[in-house]
């Protein structure tokens, strides 16, 4: 095995010339030795140097966008306008976990015992050092600088970054503006390390080491269970937050009117296409009625859809395995498909949109799984009951989303029934565009992500990373 | 083997005459069958409907105070007045809850995005049916109606209650309150189950079952981590809030005027032998200084210490590990002690406090691990490295004291040391004497507790029993 690895350009569907060396196991171990003493500092700071820190690093990343987005761009094949968006997501979390540090400049509560004058104060403390995986998906906002490492800071633990090999660059950039931060204001080496690896070794590494106290994790099922499961093999088991896979159901009842049809349809071909459908959130499953209104409506997603341009991939191995599982739903018994059909250069996602009843969608296990990509299935429903049951035999999901009109009475039934199998409920709008902000829940019941509890952004993210200490001593009045 | 058991009178030293039936496999799936329609009912009620519930438990519980203390002295041996004590705390425990629902009607929290007139409701769910598992050593506050059982309900959450079969009779009465409370309100049946098993195989089954949401245990390190590790093998893991042993360091530091240290040893000899030391907080560690001071507090210690007698046990198993593990100890090269020497009659909990040095302590995996019952380990340090090296040896733990007098300047650096290995810090008091308020942190780092960032005791421990859901709407103006 060489030690280097190459990033790959899906745009130019090639591979990029810098070489980045992996980081060895003996630099690994050099580099936790430091955690402990420098998890010790940063916890003694106060609240209002973590928001300091915080805003040390946008400033620090506001000089470096240009450079940022050359590797950003040329690593993931994603649209300028798109790193706009991912680039303007990213400073905007970061200041908003540093205006909500300034104004909650102490994580305690306290409370009085008038019947024998004990006072308790109840702080929250950070767990500690915190492993973050890069995803492949969001070099920015679920990467090095994401909201995982961010809330993590906040929280006030040490942050081990995993870089995702496929934007090494782009990381690598970002974990040297985080440095130029924590240098600028003498904060301890070791409170921010970065990892660079092509291969599981470091991470599964990591995962075990004693010093590591919580994992952030967005990617697939298969990673993220691996990871739970590896961490319940310590001495002292941690929590992993893993973000994992999401078929994001959507309902389209029978009673929209011929104008919110066309809106629902142009918005969803949107939210499955737009940038090859590579989103957590990306509606993978729509169930639509049978008969006229819903023969209306398919017909109009699928006009809709045909006008979304095929997009490279971010890497070749996303691609095939976008195409395997693609294909694997199309050649189902009982499945249609409307398929994009033009040429393609390299490594674009094929636009598909897959059409079953929902008899068929019962009996399959593959149809109710992820398809990572620009590909949605729909499925047709006889009635309610049938409605009903196809979302009871969902998995746990990170969002459902329901488009209805002004006829429909049971929309709250169907939000109720919602609510037992996904993190967050979309009303009349499709679930892409997660906002960053304190309401925000983005997780949902297992497989979904690890835990129905924590949300992966907003505010609250903080939660995961946060313990409890209780100070009880006699009240000095 | 036969289908009953009997519970057993520690103060008799004889098996009472009840015969409690085991509940059978069928029995309990045929229950298990009314969960999910009880739990979809239960989940519409409001947060008040909930407090009323509670309310209504409350005053049944009340009309029964004499049978279930009957029960309560029979079953666990323990005194009239610890019966008080238990029973005030478990009825001030519901009604906690029950004020704190009253106060906090919505459990839901918005927040707006102006830029695209989104409105993001976040709202705290059940996460669905809760198993409890009773306690051996509080038989009413961590069992059938204890924290556990009163949290979830006030979350929104069904119980499934397996009573510790050691009080089957309190369990079986107080169950009986609960269901009458039930009935009186008309709450769907399902929403409390009650299960009687001697043996480990129900819960297993129950741990198991995909329909069981969460589970709350008090008990040892060994049955907690068979929990954990069960319910990570289900298809859908779930979390298991478990609270298991705990040593509670007590640090005396230097300084301790003659008045203070009389204080001290007082406080410290009844909360390591009160109600036979049988407290998951008893103090099971106390770092006292070498030299003059030291052993004149040591010599307060064991003077006060001595003046407790020795009462029964819950059970002669506990007995018989407690002698088991306190003369393992004793019996360890370096170790001294100071034992009761009086006749006991029965299953009585013999008075120990065992004494080393740091240096022995240190070497010793078997004198970090708890010895439930009236015993203590004292470990003599030579100086603040040394006791600052033993603090750092401790796993995870509940609680740890500080006694301090006034020329202690560093007591906020033995806070700091604290707050790495504990879940509440108790400044010149002793740990036993657990108050429920809002402010009250009962858990740790593991393996005190499965999860640092919950408390067993307190209203923030129905936090351990919601998910969140949130509802994304364009913003209705």
């Known amino acids: 095995m060489s030690v280097g690895f190459r990033t ?11 070489v980045y060396v992996r980081t060895s196991e003996n630099e690994v171990n050099q580099k936790l030795k430091l955690l402990p003493s420098a998890q010790d500092s940063y916890r003694r700071l106060s609240v209002l140097n973590r928001a300091d820190y915080l805003h040390a690093i946008h400033r620090s990343l506001q000089k470096r966008m240009g450079i940022i987005k050359d590797f950003y761009l040329k690593e993931s094949g994603l649209s300028e306008s798109r790193f706009e968006t991912e680039w303007k997501r990213t400073l905007d979390t970061i200041i908003l976990f540093e205006q909500y540090l300034r104004s909650h400049p102490s994580f305690e509560k306290k409370g009085y015992l008038p019947t024998d004058s004990i006072q308790m104060r109840k702080a929250a403390l950070p767990i500690g050092p915190i492993l ?23 929280a006030g633990c040490c942050v081990i970054v995993k870089a995702h090999p496929m934007h090494a660059g782009t990381s690598s950039v970002v974990a040297a503006c985080i440095e130029e931060a924590r240098k600028t204001l003498n ?15 470091l991470a599964q590494q990591l995962c075990l080491d004693e010093r590591i106290q919580g994992i952030g994790f967005t990617g697939s099922f298969k990673g993220g269970k691996a990871l739970m499961d590896l961490a319940q093999t310590r001495k002292n088991p941690i929590p992993v937050f893993a973000e994992m896979g999401s078929v994001n159901p959507v309902i389209i009842l029978q009673d929209l009117s011929t104008d919110q049809q066309q809106h629902a349809a142009k918005k969803l071909a949107f939210s499955i296409g737009n940038d090859a459908g590579q989103f957590c959130t990306k509606p993978g499953l729509i169930f639509i009625p049978k008969g006229e209104m819903g023969s209306s409506f398919l017909t109009l997603l699928i006009q809709a859809f045909s006008e979304i341009s095929p997009v490279p991939m971010l890497h070749p191995r996303i691609h095939e395995n976008f195409d395997k599982r693609r294909i694997d739903v199309i050649s189902l018994k009982g499945v249609q498909h409307h398929t994009h059909q033009g040429a393609l250069n390299g490594i674009e996602g094929r636009c598909t949109l897959a059409e079953t009843e929902m008899s068929i969608f019962l009996q399959s296990q593959s149809m109710h799984e992820e398809v990572f990509g620009p590909f949605s299935l729909i499925v047709r429903y006889e009635n309610s009951e049938e409605l009903r049951t196809g979302i009871q035999t969902l998995s746990g999901q990170l969002t459902g989303s329901l488009f209805y009109g002004n006829h429909s009475g049971l929309v709250d039934e169907w939000i109720h029934l919602l609510t037992d199998k996904v993190g967050r409920i979309v009303l009349n709008d499709v679930p892409t565009g997660v906002r960053v902000m304190e309401t925000m829940h983005h997780g949902g019941p297992f497989p979904a992500s ?6 992966a952004v907003g505010t609250d993210s903080m939660l995961r990373f946060q313990k409890y200490v209780t100070i009880q001593q006699q009240n000095i009045t």
Not at 8 to 18: G, S
Not at 193 to 201: E, N, S, Y
């Open 8 to 18: 790959f350009n899906p745009t130019l569907n090639t591979w990029n010339d810098e």
């Open 132 to 154: 973050v995986l890069g995803s492949s998906n969001f070099p920015l906002a679920y990467s090095t600088v994401g909201g995982d490492t961010v809330a993590a800071f906040a």
């Open 187 to 201: 904060l301890p080496e070791g409170l921010f390390t970065h990892i660079l690896d092509d291969g599981i070794g």
């Open 450 to 455: 690890s835990d129905a509890r924590f949300t």
